[in-house]
């Protein structure tokens, strides 16, 4: 399993940006994908979930109307749409896969939210 996460950078407050995370190994289409973020001095944190086919997906409430996920299972690749940044929105965003009871993670993209 490979996920890799692109798409991060420096955006002022207010701005957008999109993450993408590229799958390989695994049947990507036959499973639920999920990206979190881990802001400095704490803990990883879900921002939101999007299932196998993509007709459902799941948000944080502080990400709901801001951010939006979505997939493409041809290009075995997730998105996280984010706008109206804030400061807080600043952390390090990792794509996340459970199969088989194993989480696997990307090696994350750094968002930093900043004027």
């Known amino acids: 399993v490979q996920l890799v996460e692109s798409g991060g950078g420096l955006v002022q407050p207010g701005g957008s940006l999109r993450l993408s995370c590229a799958a390989s190994g695994f049947s990507f289409s036959s499973y639920s994908m999920s990206w979190y973020r881990q802001a400095p001095g704490k803990e990883r944190e879900l921002v939101a979930r999007i299932i196998s086919d993509g007709s459902s997906t799941d948000y944080a409430d502080s990400m709901k109307g801001r951010f939006t996920i979505s997939r493409d299972n041809a290009k075995k690749t997730v998105y996280l749409e984010m706008n109206s940044l804030k400061a807080e929105d600043t952390a390090v965003y990792y794509c996340?896969?459970?199969?088989?009871?194993?989480?696997?993670w990307g090696k994350g993209t750094l968002v930093t939210v900043s004027v």
């Open positions: 996340n896969l459970v199969r088989w009871g194993t989480n696997y």
